[in-house]
């Protein structure tokens, strides 16, 4: 899978009439490509592709709600397909993927989120007040993004850094690699690594998650969705899943692992996706 000039992935040669068509979205400061081991899995079925780094683009700045990153999502699916396709997403991109979907859903076949519990009632009337108050920076990631690290002197220094980190030793090193690789790619002759995520942006994503999504599915989703959730999540702790599990009926999964459980088990996300989407494609 290649990276084309406008930020997003292709393979050679366009294999739409061959292969269903994954459009995967990602989690908030990780780059598509760091998914590579769990698209691996999933290409013996699927052509997948994804916008390398959302929020980027300077025609779709991050705002309350998310509107312009919507927009950017619908941009690259209306100028790369002709049929409907599937959309999956983690975290960020969970929600993106179906706020997209709602938005355009004659373009999209089904949805499969990631670990992106939806916020509905009280939850997300208190969301609103947090974010009004900054009382919100401090119960999401978003105090420890204004300040995230940011270079290192080579990508052995790179990778011990976050090898070291309790979260990210969970991860499968497969994909702690390709982060390394492609979420903080060289950026000068001395070896020197940096983020490819622009943590300001980063941090933006964090302050302005939408708190009307929940009301959007009130009487339900145009299209098919379906929910994998990790069993040691913070974020479904904290988000419930009562406005998820409505949504989704029974195309819902559980994934032993924390909220980044992709990162942590990917070749059992994938199975779990790929069953999700039979499931949504009419095999049960």
Aim: charged share 25%; proline share 6%.
């Amino acid at each position: 899978m290649d990276t084309a000039r406008d930020g997003t992935h292709t393979n050679h040669g366009d294999r739409d009439d061959l292969k269903n068509i994954i459009h995967f979205s990602h989690a908030n400061g990780f780059p598509a490509s760091t998914y590579r081991t769990l698209f691996a899995e999933l290409e013996d079925r699927y052509e997948v592709r994804a916008i390398e780094c959302i929020g980027h683009d300077s025609r779709f700045p991050v705002t309350q709600d998310w509107p312009h990153l919507v927009e950017q999502l619908l941009d690259d699916i209306g100028r790369r397909y002709e049929t409907p396709v599937w959309l999956v997403g983690h975290s960020l991109g969970g929600y993106l993927s179906l706020m997209a979907a709602l938005r355009q859903p004659q373009w999209v076949r089904g949805v499969v989120m990631l670990d992106s519990p939806v916020i509905a009632g009280w939850r997300s009337s208190m969301l609103r007040v947090s974010q009004w108050t900054g009382l919100d920076e401090r119960l999401s990631p978003a105090a420890a993004t204004r300040n995230r690290r940011t270079t290192w002197p080579s990508r052995d220094d790179a990778w011990r850094h976050f090898h070291r980190k309790p979260a990210f030793a969970r991860w499968d090193e497969r994909v702690l690699s390709d982060y390394v690789d492609f979420g903080m790619p060289q950026t000068a002759p001395d070896g020197t690594r940096s983020l490819a995520f622009d943590r300001r942006i980063e941090y933006l994503i964090y302050r302005t998650l939408p708190h009307t999504l929940g009301a959007r599915l009130a009487h339900g989703a145009p299209m098919p969705v379906g929910f994998v959730a990790g069993t040691q999540s913070r974020e479904v702790r904290q988000v419930g899943l009562t406005a998820t599990r409505r949504a989704c009926g029974e195309r819902f999964e559980w994934i032993e692992g924390s909220h980044l459980y992709p990162m942590e088990r990917p070749i059992e996300t994938a199975r779990a996706v790929q069953r999700l989407l039979y499931s949504m494609d009419g095999g049960g």
